[in-house]
C-alpha cells in the first residue's frame, strides 16, 4: 500500500523557488571578475535565472540530458547558470582552471561538453585549447556586451548578458524525475585520468537539506554565507544549494581568493559562516597577523575541509578572532560532505582539552552518511578509535558509479563506495583519517599508518622531510621503509631518527631501516608520489629480510 | 540522462539505523503506563524494534501492507511499535483515546485495523468496544507479563513482552518503495466523518528533515526533547522521527500530562526542547504560579500549536522563564507542520516589540512547504500582511488524497491541498489565520472574518460570548450578523456594541445587525459551532437587506 502523500519530486529548482517566494528580498553579494562589487537578490537571480533557461533553450538548443561546462568563479552570474541549465534538465559540468592543459582537454572531450560558459579571465585558455576541443559548440562569455573581447577566435562567442536579456524571466521550468542528472564534476585522482561523478537533481536537494540540519552546518536565514570554495571544487561543498535552502544572505568572492580581498568581504559584508580548504584560511590569517587591528567579530564559524587542517590553524580562530572551526571531510563522490566536526550531545559534556582531541579528527557522519571501517575481508571493525580499517560510505548523495563506468572497483555488491581511505572510528562516533588504504603498510596481518610514522619523522631534529612506504618483506609481508631528506647542513643518522620515534608510535611500527636520499617525488598537487617512490625503491631489501 | 548516485530508499528505519549506530548509547526517559521511569537507549530499541518486527510477523502476520492500530500513550514501546511494525512496511494507525466511543467504532472499521496494540488503560475501553469491531483480529497489550490483566474478555491477548521475548534482534529491515505508507491518522473534521490521512516512509523522513533544519526547530544532538504531544495527535509532529534523526535524548511523558508531572520531567531530565497544545502549556504555568521557587534554566525552547496561543502564555515563557517560544501551525494533512514562527535573517533585525506582533502570528513556511493565499478564482493574492485570501499548501509530506479516496474537493489539479483557512502573509513571510474558508462572511467580493470581528466585540464590555457568521444580502451577497451572549445582569445594547466596534474594524466591517440569544452552540471541542448558528439563522431578515 503506498502514502497518499503528494509527488513533489526533489528538484533544484525548488531551492530557487523557495528562496524567491520567501526571502526574494535577500541578498546575493559578488565580487564581478570585472572588478566592482555587484548586489542582487534571490528574486531576481530567480528571473534572470528563468530567463537564462528560456534563451539557452531556444538559441543553443541546450535542455534534457545536455552537458554545459563551465569555467568561472563564484558570481551570481555563475549561480545563474547552474539553476537556468539544471532547471531545464541539463548537466553542468565545472571545470577547473587549475587543471593542467592536458587534463582539461581530457576532460571536456571525455564528459562530451556541448556549450561551454566562460568567465572573461579564461578566454585566452579557451583560444589556445579550443581546437582539441572538437566537440564543443561554442562559448558562452560571462559578461555584458560591454566587457566582451573586441576580438576573439573563440568558435561561436555569445555575451551572457545579451542571451539574458533575450529570455523570458516568467519561464516555467519543466518538472521531471528527480533522479536526472544535473551536475559533473571530475575527481582528480592521483593515479589514472579523471573520473566524472554526476550528481542528480535528488542527490543535491538531500545534500542540502542535510547541510542545514542544525546538527550539521546548521545554515539558517539568519547566516550571512560566503562559500569562498570554488564552485568548481566538489560541487562547491554544497553551498550553492544549502544557502538557498536556508535562504541565507550570501557572499561571492569572485577571483579574487587572496588574504586582503577573503577579509575585506568577510568584515564589510558580516559574513557569519565561510568555507574553504585550509591554504586560504592560512593566507587570511597571515593577513591578519600582518595587520594586528583586524578583527572578525561577525564571523561565527569557518568549514575548513580539502585537506586536512593544521592545528595552528583551528586554534588562530578559536583563540585569536573567536570563531568557532568545523572540521569536515568529504570526497567529490560524496556530493562532498562525509563528515563534520561538530560537537554531539556526549561531546558537549566533555572539557575543552579532550574535545579538541576529538576537533582535530575529520567528525562524524551526519544523517544520511553511512560510514563503517572494515578489514580488507568486508569485516566490520570496531568503533574503538584504534583499530583501523578501509573506510566505506553509503547514502543517498553517495556515487554508485563514476561517468561512463569506470573505476568499478570502488563499489561493492552490497553499494559501498571504497573511499581508498583508511581510518578509525572512536566511541564518540568521530572518525579520523590515517592513510590512504594503497599507502597503508601491511605488517603480519597488521596495518601500519604511513602518514602516523611520517608525522612523528618530521618532528625529529635535522630531518627535513620524511616519507614511509611498505616494501616486501619475507616474514612479515611488508615492512616500514623510511625515506628521509635532511635539513641543509644537517647530519641526522638512521639510528638518532629511531631514537627519536621509540615511544612515539608502537614498537613493531618502527621502520626497519631509513634511506637517506636528496630529494623525495612529489605529485601536481605537492603531496609525496608513493607510488614514484614505491618504484624508486622496487629493487630495495631490507637488511634482516 | 540520470545521475549516477545511490538508491537509498528514504525509509523511516534509515532514522534508527542512523539513531543506533551514532547515537547508540543516548537515553530514552520515559514515564510509564505501569508507574515507574524507566532508561533505555537508542541501540536498545534498535534492538527490541527489531525483535517485535520478527514476532510480530511470524505470531500476528503482520507484514507489507498491514494495518496495526495502536491506543498508547507516548512510551519507549509505542516507539518500538512505531518501527517495528513501519519497519516491516505495515501501517500504524494512532488512534486518539479522547475520542467519543462511535467515532472510534466508525475509524478503527474505516481504516480495516488488524491488530490493536493498546495500553493497560485502554483495555476496559476496548473489552467493551471490541463487538462492534468485527475486524479486528486480537488484541496485544502493551505491557509485561506481570501486569498483564489477570482476566479479560479482550478477543486473542497477548502480551507485548513476551512477543518482544519471541522476537529475533537481529532481524534485517527489508527494503521498499520509499512511497510505501507507513502511517495513518484521521482528522477530526467539525462536519461530516474523521478521514483518514496516510503518510509514507518518504513523507516522513523528509519531514523528519525539515523539522531539524536550523531555520525550522533546529533540533539537534546536544537537544534533550520531550514530545508532550501525543504520538496519536498529528503524526506526534514528527517528533518520533525528528528526533531520531538529530540523535537528541528524549524523554517521553507517559499518561500524565498535568502540571507538575510535566515539571518534574522537565525540571529532573534537564529538557531544553518541548512541545505540546496550549493547554498543556496553561497547565504547567499554572503550576509553576502556585509554586513561585520552580524554574525551568534547561527549557530552551517550547513549540506550542494545535490552536492559536495565547500572548499572555507566549509571554509568560519568554518573559518570567527565558524560554523562548515557537509558535507552530499545522494540520494533519501536513505532516504536519506547515508554518513556524522563527526569526528570519531580515526580522532578526527588527525591535523587540515589532518582532512580538509577528511572533504572535503562525509562522513562515518551512523549506519543503510550499504556501500561498488565493482569491475564490485561485488568483494569487499579494503578500501584505493585510489580504487574506484561502490558505492552500504544497509539499512532500501533505497529502494528495484521503484514505479511499474520500473529501476530494480539497485538492486541485495543479496539487494544492486547501486547508480551509482564511490568511494573510506579510512581506517578511509570516502567515496568519484570519478566518476558517466556510466562516469567512463575502460582503460584496471582499472578505470580512469572522475571527477579527468576535474578538473586537467580545472586549466589548457586558458581552459574555459573540459570534459572527454571514447571512445573506441583496446588494452585497453576503453582511455580517453578530450574535452575542450578554453577561449576566448585563443589559448592553445593539448601539453600545457596534459603538465600541468603531475605528476598531474597517467600517464595512461593522455587523449589520447584533442579535441578543441565551446561549450560543458549540462543538465537541469546545469551539463555536457556526453550522448550527447559520442553521437557527436561516430565516433571519437584514432590516436593510
Same mark, same amino acid.
Given at each position: 500500500?503506498?502514502?497518499?502523500?503528494?509527488?513533489?519530486?526533489?528538484?533544484?529548482?525548488?531551492?530557487?523557488?523557495?528562496?524567491?517566494?520567501?526571502?526574494?528580498?535577500?541578498?546575493?553579494?559578488?565580487?564581478?571578475?570585472?572588478?566592482?562589487?555587484?548586489?542582487?537578490?534571490?528574486?531576481?537571480?530567480?528571473?534572470?535565472?528563468?530567463?537564462?533557461?528560456?534563451?539557452?533553450?531556444?538559441?543553443?538548443?541546450?535542455?534534457?540530458?545536455?552537458?554545459?561546462?563551465?569555467?568561472?568563479?563564484?558570481?551570481?552570474?555563475?549561480?545563474?547558470?547552474?539553476?537556468?541549465?539544471?532547471?531545464?534538465?541539463?548537466?553542468?559540468?565545472?571545470?577547473?582552471?587549475?587543471?593542467?592543459?592536458?587534463?582539461?582537454?581530457?576532460?571536456?572531450?571525455?564528459?562530451?561538453?556541448?556549450?561551454?560558459?566562460?568567465? %572573461?579571465? !579564461?578566454?585566452? =585558455?579557451?583560444?589556445?585549447?579550443?581546437?582539441? @576541443? &572538437?566537440?564543443? /559548440?561554442?562559448?558562452?562569455?560571462?559578461?555584458?556586451?560591454?566587457?566582451?573581447?573586441?576580438?576573439?577566435?573563440?568558435?561561436?562567442?555569445?555575451?551572457?548578458?545579451?542571451?539574458?536579456?533575450?529570455?523570458?524571466?516568467?519561464?516555467?521550468?519543466?518538472?521531471?524525475?528527480?533522479?536526472?542528472?544535473?551536475?559533473?564534476?571530475?575527481?582528480?585522482?592521483?593515479?589514472?585520468?579523471?573520473?566524472?561523478?554526476?550528481?542528480?537533481?535528488?542527490?543535491?536537494?538531500?545534500?542540502?537539506?542535510?547541510?542545514?540540519?542544525?546538527?550539521?552546518?546548521?545554515?539558517?536565514?539568519?547566516?550571512?554565507?560566503?562559500?569562498?570554495?570554488?564552485?568548481?571544487?566538489?560541487?562547491?561543498?554544497? %553551498?550553492? !544549494?544549502?544557502? =538557498?535552502?536556508?535562504?541565507?544572505?550570501?557572499? @561571492? &568572492?569572485?577571483? /579574487?581568493?587572496?588574504?586582503?580581498?577573503?577579509?575585506?568581504?568577510?568584515?564589510?559584508?558580516?559574513?557569519?559562516?565561510?568555507?574553504?580548504?585550509?591554504?586560504?584560511?592560512?593566507?587570511?590569517?597571515?593577513?591578519?597577523?600582518?595587520?594586528?587591528?583586524?578583527?572578525?567579530?561577525?564571523?561565527?564559524?569557518?568549514?575548513?575541509?580539502?585537506?586536512?587542517?593544521?592545528?595552528?590553524?583551528?586554534?588562530?580562530?578559536?583563540?585569536?578572532?573567536?570563531?568557532?572551526?568545523?572540521?569536515?571531510?568529504?570526497?567529490?563522490?560524496?556530493?562532498?560532505?562525509?563528515?563534520?566536526?561538530?560537537?554531539?550531545?556526549?561531546?558537549?559534556?566533555?572539557?575543552?582539552?579532550?574535545?579538541?582531541?576529538?576537533?582535530?579528527?575529520?567528525?562524524?557522519?551526519?544523517?544520511?552518511?553511512?560510514?563503517?571501517?572494515?578489514?580488507?575481508?568486508?569485516?566490520?571493525?570496531?568503533?574503538?578509535?584504534r583499530t583501523f580499517?578501509?573506510?566505506?560510505?553509503?547514502?543517498?548523495?553517495?556515487?554508485?558509479?563514476?561517468?561512463?563506468?569506470?573505476?568499478?572497483?570502488?563499489?561493492?555488491?552490497?553499494?559501498?563506495?571504497?573511499?581508498?581511505?583508511v581510518?578509525t572510528?572512536?566511541?564518540?562516533?568521530?572518525?579520523?583519517?590515517t592513510d590512504?588504504?594503497?599507502d597503508v603498510i601491511k605488517s603480519g596481518g597488521e596495518w601500519i599508518s604511513s602518514i602516523d610514522l611520517e608525522n612523528v619523522a618530521m618532528a625529529c631534529p635535522g630531518v627535513q622531510e620524511a616519507a614511509a612506504i611498505g616494501l616486501p618483506h619475507l616474514k612479515w609481508d611488508e615492512r616500514p621503509l623510511l625515506v628521509v631528506v635532511r635539513?641543509?647542513?644537517a647530519t641526522v643518522s638512521k639510528q638518532q631518527v629511531l631514537t627519536h620515534m621509540e615511544g612515539k608510535v608502537a614498537k613493531w611500527w618502527l621502520p626497519d631501516d631509513v634511506a637517506f636520499v636528496?630529494?623525495i617525488?612529489?605529485?601536481?598537487?605537492?603531496?609525496i608520489?608513493k607510488?614514484?617512490l614505491r618504484?624508486?625503491f622496487?629493487?630495495y631489501r631490507f637488511p634482516s629480510a
Amino acid at each position: 500500500m503506498l502514502g497518499l502523500m503528494q509527488e513533489f519530486p526533489l528538484l533544484v529548482t525548488r531551492l530557487l523557488d523557495h528562496a524567491a517566494r520567501w526571502h526574494g528580498d535577500t541578498e546575493i553579494v559578488s565580487r564581478s571578475v570585472e572588478g566592482p562589487i555587484h548586489r542582487t537578490s534571490y528574486a531576481e537571480i530567480d528571473r534572470r535565472s528563468r530567463a537564462l533557461a528560456s534563451a539557452v533553450s531556444n538559441r543553443l538548443g541546450i535542455g534534457m540530458g545536455s552537458i554545459a561546462a563551465t569555467m568561472a568563479w563564484n558570481t551570481w552570474r555563475h549561480l545563474e547558470i547552474w539553476y537556468g541549465v539544471m532547471g531545464l534538465g541539463g548537466i553542468v559540468h565545472t571545470l577547473n582552471p587549475r587543471l593542467f592543459a592536458d587534463q582539461l582537454v581530457y576532460i571536456v572531450n571525455h564528459a562530451e561538453d556541448g556549450w561551454v560558459f566562460t568567465d %572573461l579571465s !579564461f578566454v585566452p =585558455l579557451f583560444e589556445k585549447l579550443q581546437d582539441r @576541443l &572538437p566537440k564543443v /559548440k561554442g562559448f558562452v562569455v560571462i559578461t555584458d556586451r560591454q566587457h566582451m573581447p573586441a576580438e576573439t577566435s573563440l568558435r561561436n562567442p555569445v555575451c551572457y548578458e545579451e542571451l539574458i536579456a533575450s529570455g523570458d524571466p516568467g519561464f516555467a521550468w519543466p518538472e521531471f524525475d528527480e533522479n536526472t542528472a544535473c551536475g559533473m564534476c571530475y575527481t582528480s585522482g592521483t593515479t589514472g585520468n579523471p573520473k566524472g561523478v554526476v550528481y542528480s537533481h535528488r542527490s543535491n536537494v538531500l545534500h542540502g537539506m542535510m547541510c542545514c540540519l542544525s546538527d550539521a552546518l546548521g545554515l539558517s536565514s539568519r547566516d550571512t554565507i560566503m562559500p569562498v570554495v570554488p564552485m568548481f571544487h566538489a560541487n562547491a561543498w554544497s %553551498l550553492a !544549494f544549502s544557502s =538557498l535552502i536556508s535562504g541565507a544572505r550570501l557572499v @561571492l &568572492p569572485g577571483p /579574487k581568493l587572496d588574504g586582503a580581498s577573503v577579509y575585506e568581504l568577510l568584515d564589510r559584508e558580516r559574513v557569519t559562516f565561510t568555507a574553504a580548504v585550509p591554504t586560504v584560511w592560512m593566507m587570511l590569517l597571515k593577513h591578519l597577523e600582518q595587520n594586528p587591528a583586524l578583527r572578525l567579530p561577525a564571523l561565527e564559524r569557518v568549514a575548513i575541509g580539502g585537506s586536512a587542517c593544521p592545528e595552528a590553524i583551528m586554534k588562530a580562530f578559536v583563540e585569536n578572532y573567536g570563531t568557532d572551526v568545523i572540521h569536515a571531510w568529504g570526497m567529490t563522490e560524496m556530493s562532498p560532505i562525509g563528515s563534520l566536526g561538530v560537537k554531539s550531545g556526549r561531546t558537549s559534556a566533555l572539557p575543552d582539552g579532550e574535545w579538541w582531541k576529538i576537533k582535530l579528527k575529520q567528525g562524524r557522519a551526519p544523517f544520511l552518511v553511512d560510514m563503517k571501517i572494515t578489514d580488507d575481508d568486508n569485516r566490520a571493525l570496531p568503533h574503538d578509535g584504534r583499530t583501523f580499517g578501509r573506510l566505506k560510505v553509503k547514502g543517498p548523495a553517495v556515487a554508485r558509479a563514476y561517468f561512463k563506468g569506470e573505476g568499478a572497483a570502488a563499489f561493492d555488491a552490497d553499494g559501498w563506495f571504497d573511499t581508498g581511505d583508511v581510518a578509525t572510528i572512536d566511541p564518540y562516533g568521530y572518525m579520523n583519517i590515517t592513510d590512504r588504504s594503497k599507502d597503508v603498510i601491511k605488517s603480519g596481518g597488521e596495518w601500519i599508518s604511513s602518514i602516523d610514522l611520517e608525522n612523528v619523522a618530521m618532528a625529529c631534529p635535522g630531518v627535513q622531510e620524511a616519507a614511509a612506504i611498505g616494501l616486501p618483506h619475507l616474514k612479515w609481508d611488508e615492512r616500514p621503509l623510511l625515506v628521509v631528506v635532511r635539513k641543509e647542513g644537517a647530519t641526522v643518522s638512521k639510528q638518532q631518527v629511531l631514537t627519536h620515534m621509540e615511544g612515539k608510535v608502537a614498537k613493531w611500527w618502527l621502520p626497519d631501516d631509513v634511506a637517506f636520499v636528496d630529494d623525495i617525488p612529489h605529485t601536481a598537487t605537492g603531496k609525496i608520489s608513493k607510488l614514484t617512490l614505491r618504484e624508486r625503491f622496487k629493487d630495495y631489501r631490507f637488511p634482516s629480510a
